[in-house]
Protein backbone atom coordinates (compact mmCIF):
# COMPACT_ATOMS: atom_id res chain seq x y z
CA UNK A 1 0.00 0.00 0.00
CA UNK A 2 1.37 3.05 -0.90
CA UNK A 3 0.63 6.26 1.13
CA UNK A 4 1.22 9.88 1.26
CA UNK A 5 0.08 12.58 3.34
CA UNK A 6 -1.99 15.32 2.48
CA UNK A 7 -1.96 19.29 4.16
CA UNK A 8 -5.25 21.26 3.98
CA UNK A 9 -3.70 25.07 4.81
CA UNK A 10 -6.85 27.14 5.93
CA UNK A 11 -6.94 30.32 7.52
CA UNK A 12 -7.94 29.16 10.94
CA UNK A 13 -6.46 25.15 11.14
CA UNK A 14 -4.45 22.88 9.47
CA UNK A 15 -5.17 19.93 9.07
CA UNK A 16 -3.13 17.26 7.82
CA UNK A 17 -3.79 13.26 7.07
CA UNK A 18 -2.01 10.16 5.93
CA UNK A 19 -4.02 9.03 2.88
CA UNK A 20 -3.59 5.50 0.62
CA UNK A 21 -3.86 5.43 -3.38
CA UNK A 22 -7.33 4.83 -2.96
CA UNK A 23 -8.19 7.71 -1.23
CA UNK A 24 -8.98 6.51 2.45
CA UNK A 25 -7.41 8.61 5.39
CA UNK A 26 -5.46 6.28 7.83
CA UNK A 27 -5.04 8.90 10.53
CA UNK A 28 -5.19 12.72 10.70
CA UNK A 29 -3.77 15.66 12.87
CA UNK A 30 -5.10 19.01 13.30
CA UNK A 31 -3.95 22.04 14.34
CA UNK A 32 -4.36 25.94 14.97
CA UNK A 33 -2.79 28.18 11.52
CA UNK A 34 -0.10 30.69 13.10
CA UNK A 35 -1.16 32.96 10.54
CA UNK A 36 0.26 36.39 10.75
CA UNK A 37 3.79 34.32 11.14
CA UNK A 38 4.59 32.85 7.54
CA UNK A 39 7.60 30.74 9.17
CA UNK A 40 5.23 29.30 11.73
CA UNK A 41 2.60 28.37 9.27
CA UNK A 42 5.93 26.40 7.15
CA UNK A 43 6.95 25.17 10.95
CA UNK A 44 3.74 24.12 11.50
CA UNK A 45 2.95 22.16 8.40
CA UNK A 46 6.35 20.58 8.76
CA UNK A 47 5.75 19.19 12.05
CA UNK A 48 2.32 17.68 11.30
CA UNK A 49 4.61 15.87 8.07
CA UNK A 50 7.53 14.73 10.93
CA UNK A 51 4.85 13.33 13.62
CA UNK A 52 3.14 11.63 10.83
CA UNK A 53 6.35 10.04 9.74
CA UNK A 54 7.05 8.67 12.87
CA UNK A 55 3.73 6.35 12.56
CA UNK A 56 3.31 5.26 8.17
CA UNK A 57 6.02 4.36 5.59
CA UNK A 58 5.31 7.91 3.82
CA UNK A 59 6.44 8.85 -0.35
CA UNK A 60 5.79 12.20 -0.93
CA UNK A 61 3.52 15.49 0.80
CA UNK A 62 1.08 17.34 -1.15
CA UNK A 63 -0.19 20.95 0.37
CA UNK A 64 -2.78 22.65 -1.02
CA UNK A 65 -3.14 26.68 -0.12
CA UNK A 66 -5.01 29.38 -0.59
CA UNK A 67 -3.58 32.10 -3.37
CA UNK A 68 -1.70 31.92 -6.08
CA UNK A 69 0.64 29.11 -6.65
CA UNK A 70 3.52 29.38 -8.84
CA UNK A 71 3.49 27.21 -12.29
CA UNK A 72 5.92 24.51 -10.99
CA UNK A 73 3.98 23.85 -7.80
CA UNK A 74 6.89 25.31 -5.39
CA UNK A 75 6.37 28.70 -4.40
CA UNK A 76 2.88 30.68 -3.14
CA UNK A 77 3.09 34.04 -4.84
CA UNK A 78 0.06 35.10 -2.86
CA UNK A 79 -1.89 33.97 0.14
CA UNK A 80 -4.05 36.11 1.74
CA UNK A 81 -4.97 34.61 5.03
CA UNK A 82 -1.92 33.03 5.99
CA UNK A 83 0.65 35.93 5.14
CA UNK A 84 3.10 33.98 2.58
CA UNK A 85 4.01 36.30 0.27
CA UNK A 86 6.49 35.13 -3.07
CA UNK A 87 7.36 31.74 -0.33
CA UNK A 88 8.78 28.77 -1.09
CA UNK A 89 6.76 26.81 0.98
CA UNK A 90 7.44 23.00 -1.16
CA UNK A 91 11.23 23.67 -0.75
CA UNK A 92 11.18 24.54 3.35
CA UNK A 93 8.88 21.50 3.65
CA UNK A 94 10.78 19.44 2.08
CA UNK A 95 14.16 20.19 4.18
CA UNK A 96 12.36 19.74 7.42
CA UNK A 97 10.55 16.92 6.47
CA UNK A 98 12.98 14.58 3.92
CA UNK A 99 10.25 13.93 1.16
CA UNK A 100 8.99 15.48 -1.84
CA UNK A 101 6.46 18.37 -1.78
CA UNK A 102 4.18 19.39 -4.41
CA UNK A 103 1.91 22.47 -3.45
CA UNK A 104 -1.52 23.13 -5.31
CA UNK A 105 -4.04 25.99 -4.86
CA UNK A 106 -6.47 24.62 -2.36
CA UNK A 107 -9.77 24.93 -4.95
CA UNK A 108 -7.61 22.75 -7.75
CA UNK A 109 -6.58 19.95 -4.98
CA UNK A 110 -10.79 19.79 -3.64
CA UNK A 111 -11.38 19.63 -7.09
CA UNK A 112 -8.73 16.68 -7.70
CA UNK A 113 -10.26 14.94 -4.33
CA UNK A 114 -13.57 15.12 -5.81
CA UNK A 115 -12.88 13.71 -9.74
CA UNK A 116 -10.53 11.15 -8.10
CA UNK A 117 -12.30 9.68 -5.85
CA UNK A 118 -15.60 11.95 -4.84
CA UNK A 119 -18.89 12.70 -6.61
CA UNK A 120 -17.04 13.07 -10.43
CA UNK A 121 -14.85 9.92 -10.08
CA UNK A 122 -16.74 8.65 -13.22
CA UNK A 123 -15.66 11.60 -15.27
CA UNK A 124 -13.09 12.81 -16.87
CA UNK A 125 -13.90 16.26 -17.54
CA UNK A 126 -15.22 18.61 -14.60
CA UNK A 127 -15.87 21.31 -13.04
CA UNK A 128 -15.48 22.20 -9.26
CA UNK A 129 -17.20 25.26 -8.16
CA UNK A 130 -16.74 25.84 -4.38
CA UNK A 131 -19.10 28.38 -2.83
CA UNK A 132 -18.15 29.87 0.75
CA UNK A 133 -16.81 33.39 1.53
CA UNK A 134 -16.15 33.63 -2.00
CA UNK A 135 -16.38 31.13 -5.34
CA UNK A 136 -13.61 29.57 -6.05
CA UNK A 137 -12.93 26.17 -9.05
CA UNK A 138 -10.76 23.90 -10.15
CA UNK A 139 -11.11 22.67 -14.05
CA UNK A 140 -10.16 19.25 -15.05
CA UNK A 141 -10.41 18.31 -18.65
CA UNK A 142 -9.17 15.42 -20.13
CA UNK A 143 -8.34 14.02 -17.13
CA UNK A 144 -5.80 16.70 -16.20
CA UNK A 145 -5.75 19.33 -14.17
CA UNK A 146 -6.14 22.68 -15.87
CA UNK A 147 -3.41 25.20 -13.87
CA UNK A 148 -2.74 27.98 -17.11
CA UNK A 149 0.66 29.25 -18.08
CA UNK A 150 1.15 30.92 -14.50
CA UNK A 151 -0.61 28.54 -12.34
CA UNK A 152 -3.46 31.25 -11.73
CA UNK A 153 -6.18 29.44 -13.52
CA UNK A 154 -9.49 28.39 -12.10
CA UNK A 155 -10.20 31.84 -10.27
CA UNK A 156 -13.77 31.63 -11.14
CA UNK A 157 -15.29 33.89 -8.74
CA UNK A 158 -13.92 36.97 -10.21
CA UNK A 159 -15.41 36.03 -13.96
CA UNK A 160 -17.60 39.35 -14.00
CA UNK A 161 -21.37 38.65 -14.47
CA UNK A 162 -23.16 42.09 -13.97
CA UNK A 163 -20.89 44.72 -15.44
CA UNK A 164 -21.85 47.53 -13.46
CA UNK A 165 -22.72 45.47 -10.60
CA UNK A 166 -21.35 45.95 -6.71
CA UNK A 167 -17.53 46.06 -5.80
CA UNK A 168 -15.73 43.07 -4.95
CA UNK A 169 -13.20 43.15 -2.80
CA UNK A 170 -10.74 41.71 -5.63
CA UNK A 171 -11.02 45.57 -6.71
CA UNK A 172 -13.21 45.00 -10.11
CA UNK A 173 -17.15 45.34 -10.26
CA UNK A 174 -19.95 42.45 -10.27
CA UNK A 175 -18.01 39.40 -9.64
CA UNK A 176 -19.58 36.06 -9.64
CA UNK A 177 -18.59 35.37 -5.93
CA UNK A 178 -20.91 39.21 -5.31
CA UNK A 179 -23.92 37.26 -6.26
CA UNK A 180 -23.78 33.78 -5.79
CA UNK A 181 -20.98 33.10 -2.93
CA UNK A 182 -22.24 32.25 0.81
CA UNK A 183 -22.00 35.76 1.53
CA UNK A 184 -24.02 36.84 -0.84
CA UNK A 185 -26.40 34.38 0.54
CA UNK A 186 -26.18 36.32 3.86
CA UNK A 187 -26.63 39.44 3.06
CA UNK A 188 -29.39 39.06 0.99
CA UNK A 189 -31.29 37.24 4.08
CA UNK A 190 -30.10 39.71 6.12
CA UNK A 191 -31.74 42.39 3.93
CA UNK A 192 -34.74 40.61 3.27
CA UNK A 193 -35.37 40.17 7.20
CA UNK A 194 -34.74 44.26 7.77
CA UNK A 195 -37.43 44.44 5.02
CA UNK A 196 -39.83 42.19 4.64
CA UNK A 197 -39.76 40.74 8.16
CA UNK A 198 -43.20 39.43 7.99
CA UNK A 199 -41.77 37.02 5.22
CA UNK A 200 -38.42 36.32 7.85
CA UNK A 201 -40.37 35.16 10.26
CA UNK A 202 -38.58 31.84 10.87
CA UNK A 203 -35.45 33.71 9.87
CA UNK A 204 -35.78 36.47 12.51
CA UNK A 205 -37.34 34.06 15.15
CA UNK A 206 -34.35 32.10 15.31
CA UNK A 207 -31.64 34.87 15.98
CA UNK A 208 -34.32 36.47 18.74
CA UNK A 209 -34.72 39.04 16.48
CA UNK A 210 -31.04 40.39 16.19
CA UNK A 211 -30.59 40.36 12.63
CA UNK A 212 -26.48 40.54 12.53
CA UNK A 213 -26.88 37.37 13.94
CA UNK A 214 -27.96 35.49 10.91
CA UNK A 215 -25.47 32.95 9.22
CA UNK A 216 -25.42 30.33 6.58
CA UNK A 217 -26.46 27.97 9.35
CA UNK A 218 -29.42 29.77 10.21
CA UNK A 219 -30.74 30.16 6.81
CA UNK A 220 -30.16 26.46 6.18
CA UNK A 221 -32.99 25.98 8.93
CA UNK A 222 -35.05 28.59 8.18
CA UNK A 223 -35.78 27.36 4.66
CA UNK A 224 -35.31 23.95 5.31
CA UNK A 225 -38.88 25.37 8.38
CA UNK A 226 -40.04 26.75 5.66
CA UNK A 227 -39.23 30.38 5.83
CA UNK A 228 -40.09 32.18 2.58
CA UNK A 229 -37.37 34.65 3.09
CA UNK A 230 -34.77 31.83 3.48
CA UNK A 231 -36.65 30.09 0.12
CA UNK A 232 -36.26 33.81 -2.01
CA UNK A 233 -32.43 33.75 -0.58
CA UNK A 234 -31.60 30.30 -2.13
CA UNK A 235 -33.64 30.86 -5.39
CA UNK A 236 -31.66 34.29 -6.19
CA UNK A 237 -28.11 32.91 -5.24
CA UNK A 238 -28.88 30.07 -7.41
CA UNK A 239 -30.35 31.44 -10.01
CA UNK A 240 -27.11 33.57 -10.67
CA UNK A 241 -24.71 30.56 -9.39
CA UNK A 242 -26.64 28.55 -12.61
CA UNK A 243 -25.92 31.52 -14.81
CA UNK A 244 -22.54 31.62 -14.07
CA UNK A 245 -21.97 27.90 -14.82
CA UNK A 246 -23.74 28.21 -17.65
CA UNK A 247 -21.39 30.65 -19.09
CA UNK A 248 -18.29 27.84 -17.79
CA UNK A 249 -20.30 25.30 -19.90
CA UNK A 250 -20.31 27.42 -23.09
CA UNK A 251 -16.36 27.55 -22.88
CA UNK A 252 -15.26 24.27 -21.52
CA UNK A 253 -18.27 21.90 -21.99
CA UNK A 254 -17.56 19.48 -18.61
CA UNK A 255 -19.56 16.17 -17.97
CA UNK A 256 -20.68 17.52 -14.58
CA UNK A 257 -20.40 20.46 -12.43
CA UNK A 258 -19.96 19.63 -8.41
CA UNK A 259 -20.51 22.11 -6.32
CA UNK A 260 -18.46 21.85 -2.80
CA UNK A 261 -18.30 24.10 0.51
CA UNK A 262 -20.58 25.05 2.88
CA UNK A 263 -23.50 25.65 0.62
CA UNK A 264 -24.20 22.20 0.23
CA UNK A 265 -25.78 21.56 3.77
CA UNK A 266 -28.93 23.03 1.78
CA UNK A 267 -29.13 19.96 -0.41
CA UNK A 268 -32.23 20.40 -3.18
CA UNK A 269 -33.21 23.86 -1.76
CA UNK A 270 -30.05 25.12 -3.43
CA UNK A 271 -29.82 22.66 -6.33
CA UNK A 272 -32.95 23.32 -7.57
CA UNK A 273 -32.76 27.01 -8.79
CA UNK A 274 -29.00 26.24 -9.92
CA UNK A 275 -30.14 23.15 -12.26
CA UNK A 276 -33.32 25.65 -13.45
CA UNK A 277 -31.17 28.81 -14.32
CA UNK A 278 -28.73 26.58 -15.90
CA UNK A 279 -30.89 25.00 -18.34
CA UNK A 280 -32.80 27.91 -19.01
CA UNK A 281 -29.35 30.09 -19.19
CA UNK A 282 -27.01 27.36 -21.13
CA UNK A 283 -26.44 28.02 -24.77
CA UNK A 284 -27.48 24.88 -27.29
CA UNK A 285 -29.29 23.89 -24.95
CA UNK A 286 -31.46 21.93 -27.48
CA UNK A 287 -29.06 20.47 -28.84
CA UNK A 288 -26.13 19.49 -26.49
CA UNK A 289 -26.51 16.97 -23.65
CA UNK A 290 -26.31 18.87 -20.33
CA UNK A 291 -23.78 18.14 -18.09
CA UNK A 292 -24.50 17.07 -14.79
CA UNK A 293 -24.78 18.84 -11.79
CA UNK A 294 -24.07 17.54 -8.31
CA UNK A 295 -22.95 18.46 -4.87
CA UNK A 296 -19.91 16.94 -3.61
CA UNK A 297 -19.31 14.30 -1.65
CA UNK A 298 -16.10 14.61 0.25
CA UNK A 299 -16.95 17.94 2.00
CA UNK A 300 -13.93 19.32 3.97
CA UNK A 301 -11.45 16.38 3.66
CA UNK A 302 -11.51 16.55 -0.32
CA UNK A 303 -8.70 19.29 -0.30
CA UNK A 304 -6.67 17.04 2.11
CA UNK A 305 -7.44 13.63 -0.02
CA UNK A 306 -6.70 15.37 -3.43
CA UNK A 307 -3.29 16.90 -1.98
CA UNK A 308 -1.96 13.94 -0.86
CA UNK A 309 -3.09 12.05 -4.35
CA UNK A 310 -1.60 14.87 -6.39
CA UNK A 311 1.33 14.08 -4.44
CA UNK A 312 1.59 10.74 -5.66
CA UNK A 313 1.31 11.12 -8.72
CA UNK A 314 3.33 14.04 -9.84
CA UNK A 315 6.47 12.90 -7.41
CA UNK A 316 6.60 9.26 -6.71
CA UNK A 317 4.27 7.39 -9.54
CA UNK A 318 6.32 9.87 -11.91
Known sequence: MTLSIGIDVGGTKIAGGVVDENGEILEMVRIPTPAKDSQASIDAASEIVNELQTRHDVKAVGIGAPGFINSDRSEVIFAPNVNWRNEPVAAKVAEKTGLPVVLEN???????????????????????????TGIGGGIILDGKLIRGSHGFAAEIG??????????????????????????????????????????????????AGDIDAIDGKIIDQAVAAGDSAASDCFAEVGKYLGQGMANLAAALDPEMFVISGGVCNSGDFLLKPVREAFETRV???????????????????????????????TEYTA
Not at 122 to 131: D, G, L, P, W, Y
Not at 283 to 309: C, D, F, V, W
Request: with cysteine; net charge neutral; hydrophobic share 45%.
Open 106 to 132: DANVAAWGEFKFGAAKECSSVVIVTVG
Open 158 to 207: HMSLVPDGPLCPCGEYGCWEMYSSGTALVRLAKERAEKSPATAAKLLELV
Open 283 to 313: TARSLRPLPEIQLAKLGNLAGLIGAANIALE
